[in-house]
Every structure is written in structure tokens, then in C-alpha cells.
């Protein structure tokens, strides 16, 4: 490639020729010959990938030069105080996400239009992939049209948002949607539109590069187990990612986890991810980087991998990679991509040093962690933490210790042994009590992408229908596979008719149970275990658990693999040991034990040889875009604004830009709030940001009802998560939140403090508001963990929330914090709202943000009504880099980016600031 023009200011660009082309690529050894001191092929793995990441950016003129040194300094060391920009090659969608940023884009353009500006100025400068998966719900399962009969129903209940995702398909360049049926986004991203190598046109020159993403979903880490950088952001984030705006991070923690061992026989991948998870969050990982190194790792096949890393919001990891290796070129190749691609990632990643060889020396990590996969057992993990391992013989203890001690949930039952119930379900009677399982689930990403879990459930059940087992009426059982190709090889194995025969037909592609859409259980079970007040369970093979989110009838929820949700939907309850006790009798009444058909590793592993074929993938994403008939029939709006539909439930403009008039804030005096919420430990975005079906007596049901909506037609919270005005309504809503302020209620109410009237959160915050009192939140640790759910920021900031106190942040929602205007900040060590003897009833103070720099230390006054200092305490602003400043000064992200985009044209910026 003789004649290169481009810009290479380290003189470190190199050629590499991969069938029979050449492709320019930044060098990671020209750059090590130019500085020795770098030791590359010591660093961690994911170290060089963000070095290349920022070598690049450079040539690309988006990091100045003169600040490339001392970022790849802290990048190298792990400190140095600079902020460390990530750009990421792609942006991943699902729809609950995508539709809300797809609205905020839509009222960028409409204010960029209205400050003069031209609207396609607001478009995506990197591709953006949508995946909807997230809106079909298990309306009907256990039959042979449940499939098209939910999907049905998923349509008849979007069209509203479909035709937004449908506009955006047209208006904005970049942006491809994956309509619904194809299946759960990262399994979609892991079978086809990871690519590990990306390449593209400069200048008309070829060059190429590693693949990265940010994902509005926390698990976008599955793409890990490729070799591939990426992890989960907010919506708000993806938003600025979308419009070239880098993400910015502090240098992370990088460390290395050795496995060692190997798996012992039954052991399904399922029981080594949560071991690993229980484990690393024993550790305190939380935003770390982990890279996975070691012996161990010869044991696990790529969708192992994969399971593992998609789990890592559930150990606290911002990343959990694996290295590129033969394994990965052995998937992607299984997977149907084109030859020429896979050796392109092949040669890409050898030429960089990017290839991990078994006998390449372990990187210099932080500090090691090993983990023995020897140790791994048969498992599940609940009532209501993903982290909570149990071996199978403990359950039936879990479930008592969770009646008893009340940790599912229930304040209001004073346990007493509750008695067997029995319910007429016309073609039975049903017996109920504590510990039955209500809905079994084969469900998410984290299982359904992993063959060899998938096909060894399949080959449970053909042996447990040989015996003559079946599942008890009262469980809901429903199979959601995460792409079509899941089903082509359950076909193929021949696995399909025996999964159906015992309730585990195909109810649709999509996360369904594992993000809450579990659908409606049988009115006569529901009346029943209210009446009787039970605490009954769900066993599903996905990787969130927590309380209040499967379905508001159960209480308890544990996660397992597939083969064994098949094992405990045929027992009914989790109050038995598996390990001694039989699942069930057959024919001739005898006792059938879980070891007598659990299926040996080399049947599976044949079977998988059978069935799977790269073929299957080709037929299912050949086309290079997925289409579908009633998707492409969708009449959506033409032109590069949106049109707004008045009355519209489901869509509606956002206020967040209605602060882009406002001058940007350079402090004030003194913010003086109240307490809107004062919360414990492990409040998750499920417990802020609503989330399932929304009740006729919720706030949200009662303004969709002032606006002519049946309760039939409510639909569940994420499907409306594109109206503000539902979703402000919605927020602190779940039925098992546990407000402080008023500690003889459970679910989503405070105390109006000026009369002491108990109201809903929604209602005491616009009372709040109709005073001018701004509203502040005090949580102890992990507060915002779980789904990276951009409205969990979003709806406090429609509050009026303007700080959050907490003893600890999970590092998404943290950022989301920021970039909706909401000042995050956290108690000393040692220090929380008991230990200071704070009751939530003061008025609260703390300094304006006139000085304050990121990771500063600001004094908070906790005083009675007469002014009296009760406490003063230090508190760490959790705002980490000076761009999340910046944000935050704006009054949010999305006002920041628009007056960024306006500063090509001085006109609109003069209309601004007039």
C-alpha cells in the first residue's frame, strides 16, 4: 500500500495482508520499538486495546496529540488522574432502551430546528444496531400457539412504538433494527453482528481494527467472551456515544482471573457462572476490568465463555474479557460467518499481539484471582440475588429462611406454617402452599446462547416423558429462546416434541420472564396465594432475580439452567433435595430421581455435533438484515423530524431539552432539600425505575385511565418507557420498596414531611415541587445495581431530585446520575445514614457546585425545622472526570451535546444564549 496518505502523527502505521488484500492498521509493535519501556506483551489484553483504541483516535484527529502521552500513561499505570476516553466502533440497542434515546434524538433535532440549526446535524456518527426483544410478554405458554399468539399481542400493543423505531430506520443514517422474532439482542451480537475485526475506508484507504461497543444493556459484557470490548452504558450515554461524543472513564483496575480445574461431570456451565459470580463479588470487583487467564479455560467452549461474561453485572465487572484465541476463530467460523472475515481477525489480532497462544506467558495483572472450576457444583442462586449460591441439597433451607426471616419481600405475614391450599383448575386440583413454583422459564441470553445447557434440557425431558413425568398444572412453563437457530437445532436433535410435551413450547424469541414480561398467572392460582398469602417461586434460567421483578405474585425467584428449571417445573416446589429426594413417580409409581435422567456430557456433545450447523446461522442472518412482512408494513412518518401524535400514551416529547435555554450552571447558594426517600442497602434500578405491568391503582394507571386507557390495555412499564408522563408516575413504584421515612408501608410511598401525610413518592414530589423544595435521596450500598435503566436517573430528575446520597453506586447508574443533572455523592468509609443517626426528617444542605472539582469532598448539614445542626458530615462527589462535570454544569447530557452541535452554526448559538 505504497503512497499512504493519512494521518500518523507516531509514525506507527503498518500493512497487513489478509487474503490477498491489504489493510492499514495502527501497530502495536512499531509503537513498542519505539518505546521499550512499555513491555507490552506483559500488559493485560484489554490494556493494548484501549492503547490501539487511543492510537487511533489520535490519527483520527478526535484526541489531540499533545494529550495522547499522558492518557496511555494513566492507561498503562492505572493512575495518573487524566480521564480516559473510550470510542467505541458501535452502538447496541434493545427497545425498551432504544425507543426513550430514539425520543430524546427526535426532540434534539426538533430543538436544533427551533435555535435555527439544520436537524440532520443530531444523527449517529457510528452505527447503531436496535434489537427489539424486550416487549413481547408470556401472555400464553404451555400451548402450541402461544408463539403467535403473543407475538400478536406484542404488536397490537407497540404500534405506537414501531412506528418510532420504523422512522428512525429511515430518517437517521446508520441506524438498522432488528424488528421483533429475531431473537434477545446480545445473543444476536454473539452469533452475528460481532465481528472481532472491523474494517472500513479512510481516505480510500482499507483499514482495520479491533470491533468495540457500548450497549444500553449492562450485559453487552457477553460479547467479551469474543475478545471484544465493550460494555453496558445508559441510554443517556449511548445517546452522546451515537453523536461522537467519546465515554469517558477513570483508568480501570485491571485483574486477572485464573482458572484452574477442572469441571466435574453433571456440572452444567450455568453452576460454574454462579459460582464465579458468588465468588467475585466476594471480592470487590466492582468496576474493575476482568480478564480471564489460565489452564481452565481449555475447558470452556465459547458460549461458556459467553455465559460467564454475560453475567458480570452480576459480579460487579465493568468487562469481562476473554482473549481472542483459536476458540474464538473455531465460533465464529461454526457460526457461519465468511471465510475471508475470520481470517482477517485472525491475521488482524496475530500481527497486534492481540492473540492469546496457550503457551504465551500470563499478563502482569493488578492483582490475581483463582478460581478452581473443580469446585463447582450443581446449584441455583436466589431468592433474590443473582450473587446467592445455594447448592441444590440447601434449598429447600433457602426457602425456609426466607419465609421466616421475610427476605422475599413480605412484611405483612407473620409466618406460621401456612397451610396447603387447593384450587380447581378445571382439568385438576391443584395443592399450593409455601416454596410451589409458579413460572418455570427457560429464558435469556445468558442460557439460551450456550448449546450445550440448551440441548441437555431437551434430553431431560425426553427422558423424564419416557418415565411418564409431567409438570403440575399450576406451572407456568414457557421456552424463549434467544435467536431462531435454537430452534432449528432443538429440530434438528429431535428434542423439540419432547420439551412441548412438557409445557416448554416456544412462546416467543425475546428475554420475556428474565426482564419481567412474565405475563398474567391464572387468575384462580393468583386469588388463591393472596388469600392464603404464600410465598410461592419461580425457577428460571436467567441472570436477574431480584424481588418483585419475575412477577409480582412470587416472592421468590431462583436462577438455574435450563436442564434444572425442567427438573423443578416437574417437582412443583423448591421445598425438595433433588440430590435425595425424587422429582416425581412414574407410570407404575415409582420414585424417578434427578440423577437417573440427567444426561451424560458425551451424549450432549455428540447430539451438538449433529445438530448444529453453520449452515443454520447463514439461513438466519444471510441476508445481511433480518426482515419481516408486518415489520416492513408499518406506515411510519417521512421526513428527518418526528411528527408527535397528540393524546399518544406511548410517545411523547421529553422535557429534558427545555434546559438548553437555561445559562449553564457556575453555582449558587447553598442547595437546601428534603428527603424524598430514605433507603437501605442493594436498591436496584427495578426498585427506581418502574418496571412491569402497571396496576390500575399506581399513579401511571391512573393518569393512563384519565387519558381513556383500559386497564386491558396498560401494558407493562418498559413498553411506555418512550412517555415521560407514565414513567415519572411509575417511578419508586415497586411493590417490595422499603421507604424509611415511612417504615410500616411497603412499596412506593414517602412522608410529605410540612403536614405528615403518607402519600405516593410521584405525589409527595409534586407537592414537594408545588413548594420549590428540591428533593434529595439517602441509600446505603450497591445503590442503583442491576439493569442499566436509563429512566431509574431520568424519572428522579422529573421528581425533582437533585442529589443522591449513597454509601456505594454501581457504576452505571452512577454516570446516569450525572448526566441527568443529579449530583451523586457518597458517604466517607465507615460512614452511612444509621451509623450518623440520620432519620430522613431534617432539612439537608450542602455546597452549590460553584468550585467543586471531580472527587472532591464537600461538607452536607443535616438540621432541625428551627435550624438546629443535628449532624455535619463529609460526603465524596462521585462526579469522577471533568467531562462528567461538564454534563452535570449543563443540566444534563443531552443540552450539553445540542449546544456542542450548535457551535457550528454561531447564529443558533446566539439564539441560545439570547
Known amino acids: 500500500m505504497s503512497g499512504v496518505s493519512i494521518y500518523d502523527p507516531l509514525n506507527i502505521c503498518d500493512t497487513l495482508q489478509s487474503s490477498g488484500r491489504d489493510y492499514l492498521f495502527w501497530s502495536l509493535e512499531r509503537l513498542q520499538a519505539h518505546n521499550q519501556c512499555l513491555n507490552l506483551e506483559r500488559q493485560p489484553y484489554s490494556t493494548r486495546l484501549l492503547i490501539e483504541m487511543l492510537l487511533r483516535s489520535c490519527s483520527q484527529g478526535v484526541l489531540p496529540v499533545e494529550e495522547l502521552g499522558g492518557i496511555m500513561g494513566t492507561v498503562l499505570t492505572g493512575s495518573g488522574g487524566q480521564t480516559v476516553p473510550f470510542f ?13 434515546a430514539i425520543v430524546d434524538i427526535a426532540a434534539m433535532r426538533e430543538t436544533v430546528k427551533r435555535l435555527g440549526g439544520e436537524p440532520d446535524i443530531v444523527n449517529p456518527v457510528i452505527p447503531v444496531d436496535v434489537v427489539v426483544d424486550h ?112 465515554l469517558a472513564m477513570t483508568a480501570p483496575e485491571i485483574i486477572g482471573v485464573k482458572l484452574v480445574g477442572t469441571p466435574a461431570a453433571g456440572v452444567t456451565t450455568t453452576d460454574i457462572v454462579l459460582m464465579i459470580t458468588e465468588r467475585l463479588r466476594q471480592e470487590e470487583i466492582v468496576g474493575c476490568f476482568i480478564e480471564f487467564c489460565g489452564e481452565g479455560m481449555g475447558h470452556l467452549s465459547l458460549p461458556d ?98 419465609v421466616w426471616a421475610k427476605d422475599c419481600g413480605s412484611v405483612s405475614r407473620e409466618y406460621a406454617g401456612a397451610r396447603p391450599i387447593e384450587v380447581d383448575l378445571d382439568h385438576e386440583i391443584a395443592t399450593l402452599t409455601d416454596g410451589s413454583i409458579l413460572i418455570a422459564a427457560i429464558t435469556s441470553c445468558t442460557n439460551t446462547s450456550n448449546p450445550s445447557v440448551m440441548i441437555a434440557a431437551g434430553l431431560l425431558a425426553r427422558r423424564a416423558v419416557s418415565r411418564g413425568l409431567r409438570v403440575p398444572g399450576y406451572v407456568k412453563t414457557s421456552l424463549s429462546p434467544g435467536s431462531r437457530v435454537v430452534s432449528d437445532y ?55 432475580n431480584f424481588e418483585g421483578r ?69 439461513k438466519r442472518y444471510g441476508d445481511g438484515l433480518i426482515t419481516d412482512a408486518r415489520w416492513a408494513s408499518i406506515q411510519a412518518p417521512e421526513g428527518n423530524l418526528f411528527q408527535w401524535q397528540d393524546g399518544s400514551t406511548y410517545i411523547a416529547r421529553p422535557p429534558f431539552m427545555d434546559a438548553i435555554a437555561e445559562p449553564l450552571t457556575e453555582g449558587g447558594p447553598t442547595i437546601e432539600a428534603r428527603v424524598l426517600a430514605l433507603l437501605g442497602d442493594s436498591i ?17 394507571g391512573q393518569y393512563l385511565s384519565e387519558q381513556g386507557v383500559r386497564p386491558d390495555a396498560f401494558n407493562v412499564f418498559g413498553s411506555r418507557r418512550g412517555n415521560h408522563e407514565v414513567m415519572v408516575r411509575g417511578a419508586f413504584s415497586n411493590i417490595h420498596l422499603r421507604n424509611r421515612l415511612v417504615p410500616e408501608t411497603e412499596g412506593g410511598y414517602s412522608l410529605y414531611q410540612p403536614t405528615g401525610e403518607i402519600l405516593t413518592i410521584y405525589e409527595a414530589a409534586m407537592r414537594y415541587r408545588a413548594d420549590g423544595t428540591p428533593l434529595l435521596i439517602i441509600a446505603g450500598r450497591e445503590y442503583g445495581s442491576g439493569s442499566s435503566r436509563d429512566w431509574a436517573s431520568k424519572a ?57 472539582y471531580p472527587g472532591q469532598e464537600i461538607l452536607v448539614k443535616a438540621s432541625t425545622e428551627d435550624g438546629k445542626v443535628l449532624a455535619a458530615f463529609a460526603v465524596k462527589v462521585r462526579i469522577d472526570t471533568e467531562s462528567e462535570l461538564d454534563s452535570y454544569r449543563a443540566g444534563g447530557i443531552l443540552p450539553l451535546v445540542v449546544r456542542q452541535l450548535l457551535t457550528r452554526s454561531p447564529a443558533s448559538l446566539q439564539a441560545i444564549e439570547g
Not at 425467584?557 to 425438595?576: C, D, E, F, K
Open 490 to 544: 432443538l429440530h434438528a436433535a429431535g428434542l423439540t416434541a419432547d420439551l412441548e410435551k412438557l409445557g416448554f413450547h416456544v412462546s416467543g424469541y425475546g428475554c420475556m420472564t428474565c426482564s419481567g414480561s412474565s405475563g398474567p398467572v391464572d387468575e384462580k392460582i393468583a386469588d388463591a396465594v393472596s388469600r392464603a398469602g404464600l410465598v410461592t417461586c419461580a425457577v428460571l434460567s436467567g441472570n436477574r
Open 135 to 246: 416487549s413481547i410478554q408470556v401472555h400464553k405458554a404451555g400451548c402450541a400457539e402461544a408463539l403467535d399468539y403473543n407475538t400478536d399481542k406484542e404488536y397490537e400493543s407497540n404500534m405506537e412504538r414501531y412506528t418510532l423505531l420504523r422512522w428512525a430506520e429511515r430518517a437517521l443514517k446508520g441506524v438498522r433494527v432488528f424488528p421483533p422474532g429475531t431473537g434477545i439482542v446480545h445473543q444476536i451480537n454473539l452469533e452475528y453482528l460481532a465481528s472481532v475485526a472491523r474494517t472500513d475506508k479512510w481516505q480510500d484507504i482499507s483499514i482495520v481494527y479491533p470491533d468495540s461497543v457500548c450497549g444500553t444493556d449492562s450485559h453487552t459484557t457477553m460479547v467479551n467472551a469474543l475478545g471484544i470490548m465493550g460494555w453496558g452504558v445508559g441510554g443517556i450515554e449511548a445517546e452522546a456515544a451515537m453523536l461522537g461524543r467519546p
Open 796 to 852: 428522579p430528575a422529573l421528581l425533582g431530585v437533585k442529589a443522591v446520597i449513597a454509601e456505594g453506586f454501581e457504576r452505571i447508574h452512577r454516570a446516569n446520575l450525572v448526566h441527568m443533572g443529579i449530583l451523586p455523592l457518597e458517604f466517607l468509609p465507615g460512614q452511612g445514614w444509621e451509623s450518623l443517626g440520620l432519620s430522613g426528617t431534617e432539612r439537608y444542605e450542602w455546597e452549590s457546585m460553584a468550585a467543586v
Open 305 to 402: 465463555r459467553a455465559t460467564i461474561a454475560n453475567m458480570a453485572p452480576e459480579y460487579g465487572a465493568t468487562l469481562a474479557y476473554f482473549p481472542v484465541d483459536d476458540e474464538v476463530v473455531r465460533y465464529l467460523r461454526s457460526t457461519g460467518r465468511q471465510e475471508e472475515a475470520v481470517r482477517l481477525a485472525a491475521d488482524y489480532y496475530r500481527a497486534q499481539g492481540l492473540f492469546r497462544h496457550k503457551s504465551d506467558p500470563i499478563p502482569c495483572y493488578e492483582r490475581m484471582i483463582e478460581i478452581d472450576l473443580g469446585q463447582s457444583a450443581p446449584c441455583l442462586a436466589g431468592p433474590a440475588r443473582p450473587q446467592d449460591r445455594i447448592l441444590i441439597r440447601d434449598l429447600p433451607k433457602s426457602l425456609r429462611a426466607a
Open 88 to 100: 467505541p466502533a458501535r452502538v447496541l440497542m434493545q427497545d425498551f432502551t432504544a425507543v426513550p
Open 550 to 618: 419475575i412477577n409480582p405474585l412470587v416472592q421468590a425467584n431462583y436462577l438455574a439452567s435450563p436442564p434444572l428449571v425442567i427438573a423443578y417445573a416437574i417437582a412443583g416446589t423448591v421445598a425438595v433435595d433433588l440430590d435425595q429426594e425424587p422429582l416425581g413417580y412414574d407410570r407404575e409409581g415409582y420414585p424417578v430421581y434427578l440423577n437417573e435422567i440427567w444426561p451424560a456430557q458425551d451424549e450432549i456433545s455428540r447430539i451438538m455435533q449433529d445438530s448444529l450447523c453453520p449452515d443454520d446461522y447463514r
Open 684 to 700: 436496584t434500578t427495578d426498585h427506581i425505575s418502574p418496571g412491569g405491568a402497571i396496576a390500575p391503582a399506581n399513579p401511571a
